[in-house]
């Protein structure tokens, strides 16, 4: 049977990303699947191992200062019929003042996303 590790729940979202592999001089960009307190899940075109040290560089909002937060790799894994990799990435380190504001961000999506949709029309 098949556990949940996460401590925290995750969000389908797409956000812009960029991971700065520590070591390395190849910047990682693109989107965010899921996201959570804890970590994101993402894809690269290069498997990265797990453990590898990160920095993250989280854009939640156009025209904001993006959240910049230190993480590691938590898994890697081939996306089927794709070149590609999911990546899940954890959060190591975080200052209050980015986790209350990725707090207050992933609070307002899970709003949004309990709404009907026949309540917004």
């Known amino acids: 049977m098949d556990q949940e590790r996460r401590h925290d729940p995750r969000l389908f979202c797409r956000l812009p990303v960029r991971l700065y592999p520590k070591q390395e001089p190849r910047v990682i960009e693109t989107l965010t699947k899921d996201l959570s307190v804890g970590g994101l899940r993402c894809v690269s075109r290069h498997h990265r191992p797990a453990g590898m040290p990160l920095s993250v560089e989280l854009l939640l909002e156009p025209g904001e200062r993006p ?34 504001r990725l707090s207050a961000y992933l609070d307002r999506i899970a709003l949004i996303a309990a709404i009907p949709a026949s309540a917004t029309d």
Do not use: C, H, R
């Open 67 to 100: 959240l910049m937060l230190t993480g590691q790799v938590a898994w890697s894994n081939p996306i089927s019929g794709s070149e590609q990799f999911d990546l899940g990435v954890s959060f190591q380190t975080f200052p209050y003042f980015a986790k209350k």
